[in-house]
Every structure is written in C-alpha cells, then in structure tokens.
C-alpha cells in the first residue's frame, strides 16, 4: 500500500507532463487480441528486464559503493537508458524518448521507484508499477505498439 500511495502522485505528476507536451494523448486501444498479448510481452520487456538491472543489480551495486548517492546514481542511468535507446535501437517511440520532458518524466518515475524498492526491500512492487506505467501508456494513451 506504501508503495501504491508513492506511486500514484508520480504517475500522475509523469501523465501530466505527458499531456502538457503532447507526448501523451488519449487513444484507447480496441483490439483485446493485442492488448493481452502486448500486456504479457510488457511485463517482460521493460518491466522485469529493466526493473532487474536498474532497482535490482545497479540500485543495489551502487548503494553498497556509495550508501549516500546510490539511488540516485542508478535513477540516472535508468534516464539516460532511454534516450541511449531511442538513438542506438530506434524504437517506434524514439522521439519521444528524446523529448526533455519525457527525461523529466522518467526521472520523477526514477526516483519513485528506487525509493519503493530501498523502503519494500523487493523488486515485485516495482515491476509492478513499471508494468502498469507502461502498460496504461500503450493501451490507453496513445504509445505505439511493436
């Protein structure tokens, strides 16, 4: 629930930027078919996978190397992941992942979730959260599809 209560205020603070700057708009997807599929694939490829390197093995690395600048370290490299991304993958989104907002976005998200993860001590509420972040951004607001 402590992690619920963090994670809602941010979220909403990241869809309001989104709005704010047109990366974000309101499509819902109608085809169930895609959707699931897409749900399950999300959960995999980024939540778990990014989740395990960034609040698992860089969140808990860099905590140990410097207990004081840790989180914020490994939320610095989760922002620059996606622009890093967008330039060396290219993804259908890759304009988004370039737009400053969007980096303000991902830091807000960055910072949420490296605290969840050091308050819970587990990673499942934070793969979680990233999982429903980007799934409601895929289904309901206007993100593309693979």
């Known amino acids: 629930m402590t992690a619920l209560r963090l ?3 941010a979220l ?17 997807v109608s085809d ?10 999300l959960f995999f490829v980024p939540a778990l996978l990014e989740e395990l390197v960034f609040r698992g093995v860089l969140l808990s690395w860099l905590t140990q190397l410097t207990p004081r600048w840790g989180a914020w370290l490994s939320t610095l490299l989760f922002v ?3 622009p890093v991304q967008a330039l060396t993958i290219g993804p259908p989104w890759a ?3 370039l737009h400053p907002t969007f980096w303000i976005a991902t830091l807000i998200l960055g910072i949420i979730l490296a605290h969840i993860r050091i ?7 934070v793969i979680l959260i990233h ?7 895929k289904s309901l607001l206007g993100g593309p599809f693979y």
Do not use: K, N, Y
């Open 7 to 9: 994670a809602i205020p």
């Open 12 to 28: 909403a603070m990241v869809a309001a930027l989104g709005f704010l700057a047109e990366w974000l708009v309101w499509s819902p």
């Open 32 to 41: 169930i078919a895609t959707l699931v599929t897409t749900a399950v694939f």
């Open 80 to 82: 620059a992941w996606h």
């Open 95 to 97: 304009d988004m992942f």
């Open 119 to 125: 308050v819970s001590q587990s990673l499942w509420p």
């Open 131 to 137: 999982w429903f972040a980007v799934l409601i951004w």
